[in-house]
């Protein structure tokens, strides 16, 4: 029986489709790391050199979620080298490629009013539009920008190839960029999810369901222990998790009763890789729900949050990071909150934010949210809260 073409690849000369074809081949051999449902796009962006390149950083443990933005940034590297000029990108790039990215990401929109040719030329922007890679009609956000030229020069590294990003006259046009940049820093999440928006939250878990169970653990111990990340969440294992004698309720009281305890080994995170002794730990609730799931779904090795299909079979594979995003709007849409307002990481900013409230010392909530700047930690702290706080009434 013959091969049926997709109509994409009926459209396509056969050699660009049968170079297309190989490399979805190749690309499914990260089919456990990249989105396959994006294969055959990515196989189409990205070249042969591409794909061996990024199989060789999966070979050698780069972590699955900056692979992904890797292989992300290099698709869309890829797609605007193209549309700006008409060549595959160069490796190494140039210099002059490299301040033409950012001339045509990072612009000023009163200067493009009176001069169209200032930013991105109209035809690449048609040409982005048109391949589903550009949304937004003004200039990128400046730390996507950053991440992109970051990756760029990652990926020269992995090559063995001397990158011009780290060019003074670069680094010089991407500063003042980002300072003419009218657009304002955004969070990932616009509010914080503090105690008592996690109430809410843990009230429409009240059923017997094992996903009621499942999210109910998942919000929990993400706040609990220090407010991680969606990734860290969707790729703990059990073998991350221990046992810790249980803790008195009230410290100060020798026959206070004890409350369970669970430490967890971090290993890889975003600030640090997996030979870090990051430590956090787990007392009281957030351990009785997340035994009660475990137990529930009889979980003894492996990931510990998995996705459950419609009649209630749990599955292998882990959640993802952006199913804890939609698990925490779908949990707010149920408490009557608006799932605009609220993300996954809203529990980060939740978890310091609740902190302060309460006086626990910056440095000690650090500890938990293994945080390592403590400028970063403190801009966590909600802007929502600082109108509450004392040192925005010191005029009253």
């Not at 979805?24 to 989105?35: F, H």
């Not at 990024?54 to 292989?71: D, I, P, V, Y």
Request: net charge positive.
């Amino acid at each position: 029986m013959s091969k049926q073409l997709s109509p994409l690849a009926a459209t396509r000369p056969h050699a660009a489709a049968a170079g297309e074809d190989q490399r979805a081949l190749g690309l499914d051999a990260l089919s456990a790391i990249l989105p396959m449902d994006r294969r055959d796009r990515l196989a189409q962006l990205l070249t042969d050199d591409d794909v061996a390149t990024l199989k060789h950083l999966a070979k050698e443990g780069m972590g699955e979620n900056s692979l992904r933005a890797l292989t992300s940034d290099l698709a869309y590297l890829e797609a605007w080298a193209r549309a700006a000029t008409g060549e595959a990108l160069p490796w190494p790039a140039t210099e002059a490629l490299a301040l033409k990215f950012v001339a045509h990401h990072l612009w000023d929109p009163a200067q493009r009013a009176s001069d169209p040719r200032h930013g991105m030329p109209a035809s690449v922007v048609a040409e982005l539009h048109a391949e589903g890679l550009l949304r937004s009609e003004g200039p990128h956000a400046p730390n996507t920008v950053k991440r992109r030229l970051a990756s760029w020069g990652t990926l020269h590294r992995w090559k063995g190839i001397d990158s011009p990003l780290g060019a003074p006259s670069l680094r010089s046009a991407v500063r003042l960029a980002v300072r003419a940049s009218p657009r304002p820093r955004r969070r990932k999440s616009k509010r914080a999810i503090t105690r008592d928006i996690l109430d809410k939250l843990a009230a429409t878990c009240a059923s017997d369901r094992l996903v009621d169970s499942r999210d109910l653990a998942i919000m929990l111990l993400a706040f609990a222990s220090g407010g991680r990340r969606r990734s860290e969440v969707s790729r703990l294992r059990i073998e991350q998790l221990s046992d810790e004698p249980g803790v008195p309720l009230d410290p100060s009281d020798r026959n206070s009763p004890t409350l369970p305890c669970i430490s967890i080994h971090l290993g890889r995170t975003k600030t640090g890789d997996a030979d870090d002794a990051g430590r956090v730990f787990l007392v009281g609730p957030p351990v009785e729900a997340l035994r009660e799931w475990l137990e529930r779904a009889d979980i003894q090795k492996g990931p510990v949050f998995r996705a459950i299909d419609r009649w209630e079979a749990i599955e292998e594979r882990a959640l993802t990071p952006q199913s804890i995003n939609l698990i925490v709007k779908r949990r707010c849409a149920m408490a009557e909150l608006d799932p605009k307002e609220f993300a996954a990481h809203g529990l980060r900013a939740g978890y310091l934010t609740e902190a302060a409230r309460r006086g626990i010392a910056l440095p000690e909530a650090m500890q938990q949210s293994q945080h390592r700047s403590v400028q970063q930690a403190a801009s966590y702290y909600n802007e929502a809260e600082r109108p509450q706080g004392r040192a925005a009434r010191l005029g009253i």
